[in-house]
């Protein structure tokens, strides 16, 4: 594991139930087998997610209060007895404790503002105070897996380019603005976009380093007991990509 790995958690998700995929049946349902038993269960990535979400792996649902579905799948087996985290309640949970704790460098001393602040057509994830500046934050889920790279999007996402665009405006006009990729993968060696998934998200994350937004990623994972642990606070973007731009 990386150098950057804590070997203290940084939460637990308390309540997971190992169930078998066996497949999804729309964006944000899939179905497990739970108990000799078929269970549908909510997925929040609406990502394609076919490299994790494979029939007949281990996944960790929990359940949940409300609505048709009883159950939300958090975690996917991965490598060894380490588990992916394709949900984005969760990486959005891990992101803020992290905030919260300091352990982001380069938003060290920042402090939470407001969730889902609304900038233009868009809204963001997070409005942090950063010393005597405002900083934006938007995160992306990046759980495909590319050789030893975590990477994102696995299909085209208007949204996410509609977001990257923002971003560059906004740092245009002088605005502090951060896109952060969270690489809920165990064992990843660095981030970068991929090309095939979305060629518009591809050229837009080149045009916003340029720009000076930051581009930054960094990577967690989860264990059977549901233990996430942080294993790079700044994942480095992979040099193959940067020595492209």
């Known amino acids: 594991m990386s150098s950057s790995s804590s070997s203290s958690p940084i939460l637990r998700i308390e309540g997971l139930i190992k169930a078998r995929f066996k497949r999804r049946l729309n964006r944000f349902v899939g179905l497990v087998e739970l108990?000799?038993?078929?269970e549908e269960v909510h997925i929040t990535n609406t990502g394609r997610l076919h490299d994790i979400l494979v029939p007949?792996?281990?996944?960790?649902?929990?359940?949940?209060?409300?609505?048709?579905?009883?159950?939300r799948l958090i975690a996917a087996k991965d490598v060894?007895?380490?588990?992916?985290?394709?949900?984005?309640?969760?990486?959005?949970?891990?992101?803020?404790?992290?905030?919260?704790?300091?352990?982001?460098?380069?938003?060290?001393?920042?402090?939470?503002v407001s969730r889902n602040p609304r900038i233009g057509d868009s809204m963001l994830d997070y409005l942090l105070r950063c010393g005597d500046r405002d900083v934006l934050i938007e995160t992306k889920s990046a759980v495909l897996r590319v050789d030893d790279a975590a990477s994102y999007p696995d299909c085209p996402t208007t949204r996410g380019q509609r977001h990257v665009r923002e971003l560059i405006r906004l740092v245009s006009r002088g605005e502090a603005a951060y896109i952060i990729f969270i690489s809920a993968l165990p064992r990843v060696r660095c981030f970068k976009p991929y090309r095939a998934g979305d060629p518009e998200i591809y050229r837009l994350l080149g045009k916003a380093l340029r720009a000076g937004v930051g581009v930054k990623a960094l990577s967690i994972y989860m264990d059977s007991q549901g233990y996430v642990y942080l294993e790079n606070p700044d994942l480095p973007l992979c040099r193959e990509w940067v020595e492209e731009l």
């Open 80 to 112: 060894e007895s380490l588990y992916s985290i394709p949900d984005v309640r969760t990486q959005s949970m891990v992101f803020e404790r992290l905030l919260e704790r300091d352990r982001i460098p380069y938003l060290a001393g920042c402090s939470l």
């Open 35 to 38: 108990n000799d038993r078929e």
């Open 56 to 71: 007949g792996r281990e996944v960790l649902i929990k359940g949940i209060d409300g609505g048709r579905l009883r159950y």
